[in-house]
């Protein structure tokens, strides 16, 4: 290829050329040789209210004619102070924010910060992590270990953190055993808090749903188990909402759905409204206080040059105004959502229907990993009918952007049923 971008997640030895995107509008990309394409996963989960949206493109170029950025320590400015405000008003829980730039700094701050929360406390032996298996949690060093070992993580093996796994409980529509699958990770969590509770400085969760393992479920009462455990045993739980967060799972964020209240919380994602990289880290006042002192030592030593970008900020204060004068869009989705599903549900194919809010997965049968050959003839053919869909092996997921409308939901399910039927024949 002669392009000098080296692509993420993408071997370049034999991938095909990129598509040139002119332009974008609500849920089309149109593409420079003139074809349209309905983007269904919203540009890799970021898009809230559409491309383009005119109310966020506002807020931006308002905002960079007045103030595009500007260093973050030492000084502030009103949009970084009216978004930790108006989050916080979402999340009493955690008052305090830290911001940053991508979803895995929201998540290496995290895990740096309930750390430095421990030995700034004189608990100098909890060095380890608990996470679920097949989590994903970001690229940097930090926020790999803590994701699921996986092709994703094979090459660095040596130099992540250590990490104890829990088993996932996942669920889906019709499923009878879930309540099984909870117990054995409730009592695997629970042996290894037992054993070496001490140890641990946090477990993370990516609440409700395992994006990149699959849009894998789980229900709200294993998460509120999960927490009473850590909560039991003093070890910090993180949330990750980075990608559950702003209204994906059907409530303004996952862990209201769930009634949890982390000590920890990672936003980025849809928090600028998928317009600019923008990420923050919210604690408790608990995490927040310990950090507060006259030893030089207990400071937290970490930021970005781009901390707080006034641009991101304007983005997300209106994408925010967006959603809370609207929440009905994403309330609609789930139920579109499951009438669609309903009508696949004897599909001699597809299997383990699943949906979470805005959120839908189906499995094709024995099409298991992220590698099947399945998944490239899916998405080739996909993308042949208009469609941007990527599906993670056999398993197809849908994340549209919220103005989705009803037709064009009913032609994605159509399309997949079509596309599974013709590639399994
Ligand atoms: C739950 C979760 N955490 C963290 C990340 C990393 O975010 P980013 O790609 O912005 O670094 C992702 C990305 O998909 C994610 O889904």
Not at 203 to 217: F, K, S, T, Y
Not at 279 to 305: I, K, R
Request: glycine share 8%; hydrophobic share 40%.
């Amino acid at each position: 290829m002669n392009s000098p971008v080296w692509m993420p997640y993408t071997q370049m030895k034999d991938a095909p050329s990129p598509l040139m995107v002119r332009s974008a509008h609500g849920a089309v990309l149109e593409l420079e040789d003139g074809r349209q394409l309905l983007d269904c996963i919203s540009s890799w989960w970021v898009t809230l209210h559409g491309h383009t949206q005119p109310q966020i493109a506002a807020a931006i170029a308002d905002q960079a004619q007045r103030l595009e950025q500007v260093i973050a320590a030492g000084f502030t400015h009103q949009p970084a102070e009216d978004l930790a405000r108006r989050l916080r008003g979402h999340l009493p829980f955690v008052p305090r924010l830290f911001y940053s730039d991508n979803g895995s700094t929201a998540v290496e701050v995290a895990l740096k910060m309930a750390y430095q929360y421990w030995r700034n406390r004189g608990a100098q032996g909890r060095r380890r992590f608990l996470s679920l298996e097949g989590a994903y949690h970001g690229d940097t060093l930090g926020a790999m270990s803590l994701s699921g070992r996986s092709l994703f993580t094979a090459p660095f093996a040596e130099l992540l953190l250590p990490v104890d796994w829990v088993p996932f409980p996942q669920t889906w529509i019709g499923d009878g055993e879930a309540e099984s699958r909870e117990a054995a990770a409730l009592e695997h969590l629970d042996g290894l808090l037992r054993r070496g509770g001490e140890e641990y400085a946090a477990m993370i969760v990516e609440p409700l749903v395992q994006g990149a393992a699959g849009m894998r479920m789980c229900r709200p009462h294993f998460l509120r188990q999960l927490a009473g455990l850590l909560r039991r045993h003093g070890v910090l739980l993180i949330a990750d909402e980075v990608f559950t967060g702003f209204g994906r799972t059907g409530e303004f964020f996952a862990c209201q759905k769930a009634e949890i209240q982390p000590d920890i919380l990672c936003l980025a994602k849809g928090l600028s409204g998928g317009f600019l990289p923008l990420a923050a880290t919210l604690c408790s006042e608990e995490v927040y206080q310990a950090f507060c002192s006259e030893d030089p030592h207990h400071t937290f030593y970490h930021g970005h040059s781009y901390t707080a970008n006034p641009l991101g900020c304007a983005a997300a204060l209106a994408s925010l105004e967006l959603l809370e004068q609207q929440p009905a869009p994403f309330a609609a989705l789930e139920r579109w959502h499951r009438e669609e599903l309903g009508r696949l549900a004897d599909h001699p194919q597809l299997c383990r229907l699943r949906v979470c809010g805005t959120i839908a997965a189906l499995e094709v049968k024995g099409a298991e990993g992220y590698l099947h050959e399945l998944g490239p003839s899916l998405k080739a053919r996909f993308l042949e009918r208009g469609f941007l869909l990527r599906p993670l092996g056999g398993v197809i997921y849908l994340v549209p952007p919220y103005c989705l409308e009803r037709g064009q939901l009913e032609a994605v399910y159509r399309c997949i049923a079509e596309v599974v039927a013709a590639c399994s024949s």
